[in-house]
């Protein structure tokens, strides 16, 4: 078990876990999920905000299996290693907001960084803008860092408290089983179901829950972090877990070449508009948002699975910034930004920017 323990945290290891994710994600389409859209953790966010009923865009609502699966997958990674550990109280609030306004720049580029990186590798252009973006968000979340910028420490806290979140992910579950989407039929129970759009679409239930268990579980044995990788790139010349986001790509776009699914181009790509300005900006806020709290939406699922309570809230936030971004007319589609997308843009950086020039601890 000791040498087996880190083997996913080595070179080839966070390597071997982007070729993973790369190859799956983009099988997950070709299995019936949304173009460019394999997996997408903004994305399938917000259709489970649509299916409790958070927004009424009815276009993208469905409980994803692959969300809850990354959750469980890291859970029982966590326990399998006894890296389980309840931890909680690392400014909470901050990061609830924080989780709002990443969902609302990432919804107005209509992707989280790995759809970004999906989206490049089956050769949507306008991934280049988002991923442009995302790279000078995280670049200025380093000069706050380095400028001393924390949220403080967690603190040990009562192993229920790291257990909440997946307990929640676990009852999500259930309702899909008890609740799942009918023909024609734009509720069940308690949930809510596209008839059309993106939420329509959808891989089978055992191959998205298997293939999040499976991410899950390899993610919390990597570290595997977008915005990681580019933080430790951009701060301390690392190339560590670039190597496995650059792995990802690769694999994605040879599998998307095999099956079909490249099409270069900027127009008419599945889930995209082709504002440029705004693709950047969105990311712009996403980025500096991921770096401000200390990680992507993907690490942030998996440390909420390892037992941090305040990574858990971090991905509430985020579930309920998608019900603000299309209740309040900020998200966008594939005819352009919302008709508030520009503002929630201007908001969210000004936000982000307070807390950055806030939270940071004077030299003793």
Known sequence: MGRLKNVFATRWGIISVGAFIGVFAALLQKWGNPGNMGICVACFDRDIAGALGLHRADVVQYMRPEIIGFVLGSLFAAYLFKEFRSRAGSAPIVRFVLGVFAMIGALVFLGCPWRALLRLSAGDGNAIFGLAGLIGGIWIGTLFLKGGYNLGRADKTHTSVGWLFPLIMLAFLILRLVFPPLDGQARNGVLFYSLKGPGSMYAPLAASLLIGLAVGFLAQRSRFCTMGAFRDLILFRQNHLFLGLLTLA??????????????????????????????????????????????????????????????????????????????????????????????????????????GFTMRQKAA
């Open 250 to 355: 690769v694999f994605a776009f040879l599998t998307n070449l095999i099956v079909g699914q490249f099409h270069p181009g900027f127009a008419a790509q599945p889930v995209a508009h082709t504002m440029s300005l705004w693709n950047f900006g969105g990311m712009v806020v996403a980025g500096l948002a991921f770096a401000l709290a200390g990680g992507c939406p993907g690490r942030q699922l998996f440390l909420a699975g390892e037992g941090d309570g305040d990574a858990a809230v971090f991905v509430l936030g985020m579930i309920v910034g998608a019900g603000i971004a299309h209740n309040f007319g900020m998200a966008s589609s594939p005819s352009g930004v919302g008709p508030h997308g520009v503002a929630g843009v201007i908001i969210s950086l000004l936000s982000c920017l307070f807390i």
